[in-house]
């Protein structure tokens, strides 16, 4: 069997990272052939992950271009991907999550009759504008793919109601996990403790383990994933940090604006945190936190960070302010409450369970929210001891597993 994984961005990348892994330490043994293709829809960003978990693409199409667009990435995916697909003919095309890379991808493979498999298939927000271009992304990567892989069940439920058989549906968990879970076991780097010496965080006060997830599933297509209490969160000194990440595409212009506005209110206010900003580099983002934060003593612009800082930064902070999804994801697994800086979310599981919570991009709820988490311990323990219903860390073997028993 020849399975071929191709993403190109630095989310798709973690999150492909552990079902790479496992391809690899399958094809020993089973006789499969695997390879990576990237599209380097991000550059930078994406060789930093492919560095980290030790990936080495077989082909690199190279599409980055600055200031480019949606459709510009799509056009230059579909014509450059395709003869490279018509040339290698694998068995299956595998793609993860929502970017224009996936569904372009997509189209190619289906244009090829080339069976595709969707990693993290069946999220929703039912609004094609919100995220945006995501929203539609996956939905037309899952109208065309073969094998859904949904992390949750309630992703299965989604497709199941737009009309996709369950025969091609399975609840895997969410590769993401797996990534955490591996990387938050790699020491930090000088320059990572370099970094927290700087925020005034000692090491030791993130020192918490990956929060478990209930007993190991053996390697199967079970339909459910266990879940199990969690331990309670470590306990902080006086000084707090808070992780923030906002570059939504549908933040930019005002509401990125009241964001800013508002994580400048409670820098203000509050001597006793410390905020920390990696800085997505579009210039839509770049210039509203700088004009608005710049000056502030105990808020920490920095330049996009590596997953392995991400990940240091993300188990050494007391709360995370984000309009990411995988964070949203991410954060429970380490006890972290998340208040998500969206109006919607496609990952409602995470509300559902008490670990994240809906504050949009509205100025006063964005600062009382914050601050009731630092002043109510019973509001942050609620949240931070709230079990994680994304998965167990098992996500990447379900997956090949799909894959190598496929009778599709």
């Known amino acids: 069997m020849n399975i071929l994984t191709i993403f190109g961005t630095r989310p798709e990348a973690i999150k492909m990272a552990p079902v790479v892994r496992e391809l690899q330490r399958r094809s020993a043994v089973c006789g499969l052939r695997s390879s990576v293709w990237v599209t380097a829809q991000h550059r930078q960003m994406l060789d930093q992950v492919l560095q980290l978990f030790g990936i080495q693409p077989d082909l690199d199409l190279d599409i980055m271009q600055d200031g480019q667009t949606p459709t510009q990435v799509a056009a230059r995916v579909l014509q450059r991907l395709e003869p490279h697909l018509m040339r290698e003919r694998p068995d299956w095309v595998l793609v993860q999550g929502d970017t224009t890379t996936v569904m372009a991808t997509a189209i190619v493979a289906h244009h090829l009759q080339i069976k595709i498999g969707h990693v993290e298939a069946g999220l929703r927000t039912h609004d094609k504008r919100n995220p945006f271009p995501e929203e539609m992304n996956r939905v037309i990567a899952d109208a065309l793919s073969d094998l859904h892989?949904?992390?949750?069940?309630?992703?299965?439920?989604?497709?199941?109601?737009?009309?996709?058989?369950?025969?091609?549906?399975?609840?895997?968990?969410?590769?993401?996990?797996?990534?955490?879970?591996?990387?938050?076991?790699?020491?930090?780097?000088?320059?990572?403790?370099?970094?927290?010496?700087?925020?005034?965080?000692?090491e030791e006060q993130g020192d918490t383990e990956t929060r478990g997830q209930g007993e190991t599933l053996p390697v199967s297509l079970s339909p459910c994933l266990p879940l199990s209490s969690s331990p309670c969160p470590p306990v902080?000194?006086?000084?707090?940090?808070?992780?923030?990440?906002?570059?939504?595409?549908?933040?930019?212009?005002?509401?990125?604006?009241?964001?800013?506005?508002?994580?400048?209110?409670?820098?203000?206010?509050?001597?006793?945190?410390?905020?920390?900003?990696?800085?997505?580099?579009?210039?839509?983002v770049q210039q509203p936190v700088n004009e608005t934060l710049h000056d502030l003593p105990n808020v920490t612009l920095l330049p996009p960070v590596d997953y392995l800082t991400l990940a240091h930064l993300l188990k050494h902070c007391y709360l995370v302010l984000t309009d990411s999804g995988g964070l949203q994801e991410e954060a429970p697994s380490l006890g972290k409450p998340v208040l998500v800086l969206r109006e919607t979310t496609e990952r409602?599981?995470?509300?559902?369970?008490?670990?994240?919570?809906?504050?949009?991009?509205n100025r006063e709820t964005i600062v009382r929210e914050t601050n009731r988490l630092l002043d109510d311990a019973d509001a942050y323990a609620a949240m931070a001891r709230a079990v994680n219903p994304f998965g167990d860390g098992h996500a990447a073997e379900r997956i090949v597993d799909a894959l190598l028993n496929s009778d599709l």
């Not at 992703?155 to 879970?181: M, S, W």
């Not at 930019?252 to 945190?273: H, K, M, Q, S, Y």
Request: net charge positive; proline share 9%.
């Open 149 to 202: 892989f949904a992390p949750t069940q309630r992703a299965r439920a989604n497709l199941l109601r737009e009309g996709i058989p369950d025969a091609t549906i399975r609840v895997t968990g969410n590769t993401v996990i797996d990534a955490l879970q591996w990387i938050v076991q790699q020491p930090p780097t000088r320059e990572v403790r370099a970094l927290l010496a700087r925020l005034d965080v000692p």
């Open 236 to 284: 902080f000194p006086t000084l707090r940090l808070i992780l923030v990440t906002a570059h939504r595409r549908e933040s930019f212009g005002e509401p990125l604006r009241n964001i800013c506005t508002a994580l400048r209110d409670i820098a203000l206010a509050r001597p006793d945190v410390r905020i920390v900003y990696p800085v997505h580099l579009n210039p839509n």
């Open 348 to 361: 409602p599981e995470a509300i559902e369970a008490g670990t994240a919570k809906i504050v949009g991009t």
